[in-house]
């Protein structure tokens, strides 16, 4: 079954610190994988995409890798900010009829405190 | 000047009740999207068009029929409305319907059938 698992559901921290989230996929054919940011009341943003050859991307203060051996994923955040306070989900897709369709994880829910 | 819009924001009806979502976009974008988050906050695809056409057509109850009048607008019908139905359906498109293109979301409609 294709399916995305994140972890921790929930995550709090302190304005200013470090965290890394996690992704495990079971996604084929896998032809990429995103991380969105989802503010509330929001649609999800894109942050960063690979695809199978790449093991780390890049975007400001966020870096995500990706293991496709293992079909893993995480996403680090550096210095966080309030601002960071919102829901990552970790999106893989799935080569799939003109393109592909896209399989979302449930989420990690961020909270930055000050 | 908003990329991806939808109205109404929220929809508050009643059970049996025949509604229409609507969805437009200024990219000018060939490819739009219909998802629907549940209550567990899972994204899951419902209808793709690409260029008008039909290409993604998930197990979804024949009650929703996407229309799409032309490549700018993807509107979502409603019905004989169900308790279930109650979720924040997202509409999307991109530039194409390939692997590399990026899918950018409205901010949703949160509808709750009473």
């Known amino acids: 079954k294709n399916q995305v698992e994140q972890s921790p559901q929930s995550l709090i921290i302190l304005e200013g610190k470090n965290c890394t989230l996690q992704?495990?996929?079971?996604?084929?054919?896998?032809?990429?994988l995103r991380w969105y940011k989802q503010d509330t009341g929001r649609g999800p943003v894109s942050l960063t995409i690979m695809t199978f050859s790449e093991n780390t991307k890049s975007n400001g203060r966020y870096t995500a890798t990706l293991d496709a051996d293992t079909k893993q994923s995480s996403l680090h955040i550096t210095a966080s900010q309030l601002s960071d306070s919102a829901s990552y989900i970790c999106v893989v897709r799935m080569i799939y009829n003109q393109g592909g369709k896209l399989i979302f994880g449930q989420g990690t829910e961020l909270s930055v405190k000050p | 000047d908003t990329a991806v819009s939808q109205t109404p924001k929220y929809l508050v009806t009643q059970m049996g009740n025949d509604k229409s979502i609507k969805c437009e976009q200024n990219l000018g974008h060939d490819t739009m999207y219909w998802y629907k988050q549940d209550s567990k906050k899972f994204l899951k695809i419902m209808f793709s068009?690409?260029?008008?056409?039909?290409?993604i057509n998930e197990t979804v109850p024949n009650r929703f029929s996407p229309k799409s009048p032309d490549k700018a607008h993807l509107n979502l019908h409603i019905n004989s409305l169900e308790l279930g139905d109650s979720a924040v359906y997202f509409c999307?498109?991109?530039?194409?319907?390939?692997?590399?293109?990026?899918?950018?979301f409205g901010p949703g409609t949160r509808l709750t059938v009473t």
């Open positions: 068009y690409n260029n008008k056409e039909l290409i």
């Open positions: 992704c495990n996929y079971t996604v084929s054919p896998f032809s990429n």
């Open positions: 999307a498109s991109s530039q194409g319907a390939g692997p590399s293109y990026e899918q950018y």
